[in-house]
Structure formats: structure tokens, C-alpha cells
């Protein structure tokens, strides 16, 4: 078993997600224009990678989940891949 398999079943298991996951790192960027100007930037915002893996993992869970069970309605389509919010309108 690899380390993060292990790691993950952990999370799991505890029902915690670690706070240090859930940091981030906000840095402003410079778009173009003046450097005193503050609407010139950008935020860039950088999290943990270990985090984005697991809450991506889940998701693929959670998702083959829904799909297998069939517990999506029709309508609530908006965020799954190859459709669009705004494909009922």
C-alpha cells in the first residue's frame, strides 16, 4: 500500500480534513500599469497539493457514486463533464 493510499484512509477514516490543507497562500501579481495602482493585480492563490489530490479523489468517488446509484435528477446536470448550466435554459 502506497503511503498516500495509506494517508487518505486515514483522512477517511478520522472524518477530519487536516487544516494545513486547507491553507493558502494569497500573492498579488502585477497585470500591467502602474505598480501603486491595486486594481493592475491579480491574485494568485496556491494550496496544498496534497489537498487538491485528495478532495479530486473524492470527488471521482462521489461522483461514480451518484452515477451507479442513480441519484442525479435530469435537471442537475449544470457542473457534470460534457454539460453545460446553461444547457436547460
Not at 15 to 40: E, I, Y
Not at 68 to 83: C, K, M, V
Request: positive net charge.
Amino acid at each position: 500500500m502506497t503511503s498516500l493510499k495509506k494517508l487518505f484512509n486515514l483522512v477517511l477514516e478520522a472524518g477530519t480534513f487536516p487544516d494545513s490543507w486547507s491553507m493558502r497562500l494569497v500573492t498579488p501579481t502585477l497585470k500591467s500599469g502602474k505598480k501603486s495602482n491595486p486594481a493592475n493585480y491579480r491574485s494568485i492563490c496556491v494550496t496544498s497539493c496534497l489537498g487538491k489530490l485528495f478532495t479530486a479523489l473524492l470527488n471521482i468517488r462521489l461522483h461514480n457514486f451518484v452515477k451507479s446509484q442513480n441519484l442525479l435528477h435530469p435537471p442537475q446536470i449544470g457542473f457534470l463533464e460534457g454539460f453545460r448550466s446553461t444547457d436547460h435554459i
